[in-house]
Every structure is written in structure tokens, then in C-alpha cells.
């Protein structure tokens, strides 16, 4: 039997917040009834140390009510603006369609509230950069939604990088993929940001860049759009590092798949599903350090039962309760988005591009 480590599931020690009764919790409210926060954030964050969702809105009262309460939420609102009047919300979750990102964390952030946008956060590095300055003028926090950097077995990959447990990180080789063409749905419709780059793309850019711990300096593309969406059904790429190479292929009509491979001088490392970690089930890591091709050095690390948007959640919270850093600030959501914005340059020219950050 191959080997098996059972990894404990804990994040980094940080400081509690406490109010004498329990641990400190953030008010949440919730722009729109997106499926995302309803079969996902939502459920997940009530379960949080440090949230509370004490409000809903949408467009539609009656969606916002019949949303709460199916999730046990306190308030419903039928437009965005009451939600962001009310007093009592100090956060806000942004689930809303891409082109919709910026424009309401903006006034999310004018209303005194912290932000957590769904990624990726905007449709442009000029229009994500517009929230540098609102950021600063208000005071609030603005945070991209990459709930992958708080899973465990994300933290256990930079700690193995860190220890060179497979020497120098040197290729990184990725796969996201699903198949969805119904065209009434906003990942295929390109006026809302859709396609496989923005949706799913972002994942892999972003894991590369956390690998890695640097910033691609050319990317390479080639892209194939659905002739009636006319969105990136089909986007692969080449992201060229200082210290090395990453490569990845994402579709919105293949096979439902992901995978990601961290290839060094001494070993490999991978993980198995790296996005849509299962909240209900165990996620494993592969550390391969022995060259062998069968797999029978393989190193199997367990990762017990999870909710990474539960850790997302409370992570953000944190930030806000301690006046600390959110997981995935701005700064870094702009370098995310420079470099999805390369790649569609890089298609349309058929040229290595340098990412605009």
C-alpha cells in the first residue's frame, strides 16, 4: 500500500477576537440570490467562527425573501441599494455577474461596507485599478474571492515549496474544464465576462502564480470561441516565469476535469482537485519524489473534511475584526487580471505578450 499521511486541518495561528461571550463575528449581507452564494458561500459562511449573514437582496423581493428564508437569513431587501444603506451589515459579498463586480463594490465600499468580489474581480486591469483609489478614499477592504488560498491542502503546497520538498519548482501543468453550452447561462454570454478564461482560466493563472511566487513576464495564447456565443470555449496557454513555465488548458465544452501538476528539479507534486475542493469529502496530494513511472513512490497526504468558503469567509473576517490583510487583496486581483488580459492579446495577436499590471 502506498504511503498515507493524514494531514490536521488548522490555519494559521492568528490572534482571536472575542466579545466576552464568544468568538467576534462580522455582519454579512449578500448582493443578489446568485447560485453561487445560495448552494455554496452561503450555507458555508453561516457556519463560520467569525460571519454572520444577516441580510439578502435582490432585484426581485420575492426572490430575496424566499431566499431567506430557505437559508435562515434575517432580512431580505428588493434592490441593492437598501441592503447597502443598512446599518447593521459591515460586509459585503459581491457574487453578481463579472460586469457588475466593480461598479457595486464601489458602492458597496462608498457605504462604509468591506467587499469580498467574487473573481475574477473585473473585466479589465484599467477598470480593477479604479478600486485602488476607492479603497483608499474609504478606508474599507476589498478582497477577490480565491477561496482556494485558504484550503488546507493549497497552505500544505506552499509549505512543501517552501521546504524544496521537489528542489526547485520549474513547470507547472493545469486542467479546468466543464461542459456547458446553454447559452441563456452568463458564462457563455461575453457581454458579462463570460468563457472559459474569466471563469475558470483565472484559477489556473492564479495558481501559478502562487507557485511560483513571481509574476509571468510573457504569456502566449491560443484561443477558440463557440461561432454563435462567440466566447473562449477553448483557451490554452503558455506563462513564461523567472524561474520557469506554466501551461494550461481550460474549456466550457469538454469533459468535466481538473488537475494541476507542480513539477521541480527533485520531484512533483499534485493535487487532485485543486478548485472545487468537495465540502463533504477528504482531498489528497501526491508527492512524488522518486522519478518512478509506475507511481510506486507516490506519497499519498489526506486532507480531512473541509468548507473552503467556510476558511474564506472567516479568513476576510478576520482582516477586518484584526486590521490585517485580506487573503487576496487588490493588488493582487490586478496582477491576476493583467495577465488574463495578455492572454486575450496574445490570441488576437498571435504574439508573445507582456502583461500590463
Known amino acids: 500500500m502506498l504511503p498515507t499521511t493524514e494531514i490536521a486541518q488548522s490555519l494559521p495561528a492568528q490572534k482571536a477576537s472575542f466579545d466576552g461571550q464568544g468568538p467576534k463575528k462580522l455582519r454579512w449581507g ?51 441599494e437598501e441592503l447597502l444603506a443598512d446599518p447593521n451589515i459591515d460586509a459585503i459579498y459581491n457574487p453578481l455577474p463579472n460586469q457588475f463586480h466593480v461598479p457595486w463594490t464601489i458602492k458597496a465600499a462608498e457605504a462604509g461596507k468591506h467587499v469580498l468580489c467574487e473573481k475574477p474581480l473585473s473585466l479589465t486591469v484599467a477598470e480593477a485599478k479604479t478600486l485602488l483609489a476607492v479603497r483608499a478614499r474609504t478606508g474599507v477592504k476589498i478582497g477577490e474571492a ?67 511566487a513571481q509574476e509571468p513576464a510573457r504569456v502566449v495564447a491560443s484561443i477558440d470561441r463557440d461561432p454563435e456565443m462567440h466566447t473562449d470555449r477553448l483557451t490554452s496557454a503558455i506563462l513564461e516565469f523567472p524561474s520557469g513555465q506554466a501551461i494550461f488548458t481550460c474549456s466550457t465544452q469538454l469533459v468535466p476535469y ?53 476558511r474564506q469567509g472567516d479568513a476576510f473576517s478576520r482582516a477586518v475584526l484584526e486590521n490585517c490583510e485580506v487573503p487576496v487583496p487588490l493588488e493582487d486581483a490586478i496582477k ?15 504574439q508573445w505578450e507582456v502583461p500590463k499590471r
Not at 513539477?263 to 501526491?286: K, M, Q, S, V, Y
Open 30 to 80: 449578500v448582493l443578489s440570490t446568485a447560485n453561487i452564494g445560495l448552494k455554496k458561500v452561503i450555507p458555508a459562511m453561516q457556519r463560520g467562527q467569525h460571519t454572520s449573514i444577516v441580510a439578502i437582496a435582490s432585484r426581485d423581493l420575492v426572490k430575496a425573501q424566499e431566499a431567506a428564508t430557505a437559508l435562515g437569513i434575517p432580512t431580505a431587501y428588493g434592490s441593492y
Open 146 to 212: 480565491f477561496m482556494v488560498n485558504c484550503h488546507p491542502q493549497w497552505l500544505r503546497l506552499r509549505e512543501l515549496l517552501n521546504q524544496h520538498r521537489i528542489g526547485e519548482i520549474r513547470s507547472i501543468i493545469g486542467v479546468f474544464s466543464y461542459f456547458n453550452i446553454d447559452p441563456s447561462n452568463i458564462r457563455n454570454q461575453i457581454e458579462s465576462g463570460g468563457g472559459a478564461l474569466m471563469d475558470i482560466g483565472c484559477y489556473l493563472i492564479h495558481a501559478a502564480r502562487y507557485a511560483f
Open 258 to 310: 481538473q488537475r494541476i501538476h507542480f513539477l521541480g528539479t527533485r520531484g512533483r507534486i499534485e493535487i487532485e482537485i485543486p478548485f472545487n475542493a468537495p465540502p463533504d469529502h477528504r482531498t489528497r496530494l501526491f508527492i512524488d519524489d522518486t522519478g518512478d513511472l509506475f507511481g510506486d513512490g507516490i506519497k499519498t497526504e489526506t486532507f480531512q473534511v473541509c468548507d473552503q468558503y467556510t
Open 336 to 350: 491576476n487580471m493583467a495577465v488574463i488580459e495578455a492572454i486575450f492579446n496574445s490570441a488576437n495577436s498571435g
